[in-house]
């Protein structure tokens, strides 16, 4: 079966993969339950058949990508302080 439960669009991509396409290489996608972020990498490989398949692995980065916005604000703030300090 083609594609998984965790990203919408997954089977449309394996799909793209098999035709040809470029494998997909640590790209961040988002889950089918919209709070969930993932880092996900897709190759094509033959099978033991010859046909070619789809493996992938897929790593939740929501915690990751939650830190990282919790930075960038505060880093925000902290150049508006350091702005208004310096006037």
Known sequence: E???????????????????????????????????WFSTTRVATPSTEGAPLVIGISRDITERLESNRRLEAHAQQLERINEELSR
Do not use: K
Not at 9 to 23: F, K, Q, S, T, V
């Open 2 to 36: 083609l594609g998984g439960s965790l990203v919408p669009d997954a089977e449309e991509r394996e799909l793209r993969i098999l035709d040809g396409g470029a494998p997909d290489v640590d790209r961040t996608e988002r889950g089918a339950r919209a709070e969930l």
